[in-house]
């Protein structure tokens, strides 16, 4: 069994957040990948890090365009609007990124996923 005490208290963690918490968490975490990969740039693993960071960030943004694009979504259509905005340039920057690494290219997706995370785990209300 490969589940350490850290493994196992993360997995807990993540089961009792709230829709934002959790969005927030993911957000945060797709930041923190790039951010390792740009202030580790040089190092040997870093195509193979960089690739699985700009993934899971493409992995998060997708599903947010899903949600957002679902009529359903309560969301104000502006606010939907911008984010779906963001989000089709974020996917622009990743794409860039993939084709022609850069460090400084990462501030941006990092940026925003942070102050992103940060709205949410600021916003009042429920889920």
Do not use: H
């Amino acid at each position: 069994m490969n589940a350490t005490p850290m493994n196992a208290y993360q997995k807990a963690q993540m089961d009792t957040l709230t829709g934002r918490e959790l969005e927030a968490a993911v957000l945060t975490k797709a930041a923190m990948l790039l951010k390792d990969c740009q202030d580790n740039w040089d190092a040997p693993d870093r195509k193979q890090r960089l690739q699985e960071a700009l993934k899971y960030n493409q992995l998060i943004w997708s599903l947010f365009q899903g949600e957002l694009s679902a009529p359903e979504n309560p969301l104000p259509k502006t606010l939907r609007q911008n984010i779906l905005s963001l989000s089709m340039f974020i996917d622009k920057r990743i794409f860039d990124v993939m084709a022609f690494p850069a460090a400084e290219k990462l501030t941006f997706i990092i940026n925003a996923n942070l102050n992103i995370a940060a709205g949410l785990r600021g916003s009042p209300g429920d889920e």
